[in-house]
């Protein structure tokens, strides 16, 4: 996905896998308005008739190319969760995955972000945005719920506002070492406050 260093199309792979993973690296790297449909099939290897046989129009390859972002983030959060046992923690380990994407060097901000602001409304990338926050905010509800906050809604909403925050601002401030811990104690805050501790 990095503009300097594009990652090994695998050939062996079927069209619509090859077009995926042009997509994702130009895409995410370059834009979504910047990236034509030719430098997509240039990259992966395969004829304009094959790109149109498996997406009508750009935006149905923009719409794949979100939901399967969708699934790799949402993948990689849930393994995080599943590593460990306390519910509190749990939230913080969304916070600690998400920490690790801001130091690799092809990070480039929240690709839904980005490709809500290039595209029109009420097309097939803003419905794909709307799913992929619908899935966030629900995930933060629900470990909101399991760690015994009294309202799991307006806590779910504040995880997902600082979340969001934290992926603008280390897309705008990557030199920025401080983003990862500073967000990870704002996240300890409120659930200081939201969540009972009983004895």
């Known amino acids: 996905m990095s503009i300097t260093a594009p990652t090994e199309i695998d050939h062996r792979a ?5 077009l995926l993973a042009a997509a994702n690296e130009l895409f995410y790297a370059e834009g979504i308005q910047t990236v034509g449909i030719d430098r997509i099939i240039e990259r992966a290897g395969v004829a304009k008739a094959s790109l149109y046989n498996l997406f009508r129009s750009k935006e149905e390859l923009v719409a794949a190319y979100l939901a399967s972002r969708h699934e790799l983030t949402t993948g990689r959060l849930a393994a995080a969760i599943a590593r460990v046992d306390d519910p509190r923690e749990k939230i913080l380990a969304v916070f600690d995955a998400q920490a690790q994407q801001f130091g690799q060097a092809d990070f480039n901000g929240c690709a839904f972000t980005a490709a809500s602001t290039e595209a029109p409304r009420g097309g097939l990338v803003e419905h794909a945005a709307e799913e992929y926050r619908a899935s966030i905010r629900g995930m933060f509800t629900d470990l909101a719920e399991q760690a015994g906050a009294a309202d799991p809604v307006t806590l779910g909403r504040q995880l997902h506002l600082l979340y969001d925050g934290a992926g603008l601002a280390a897309r705008m401030d990557h030199r920025d070492p401080g983003i990862a811990p500073s967000v990870r104690e704002a996240a300890e805050s409120l659930l200081d406050v939201a ?5």
């Open 14 to 18: 079927s069209a619509r896998e090859r």
């Open 195 to 199: 969540v009972y501790r009983g004895t």
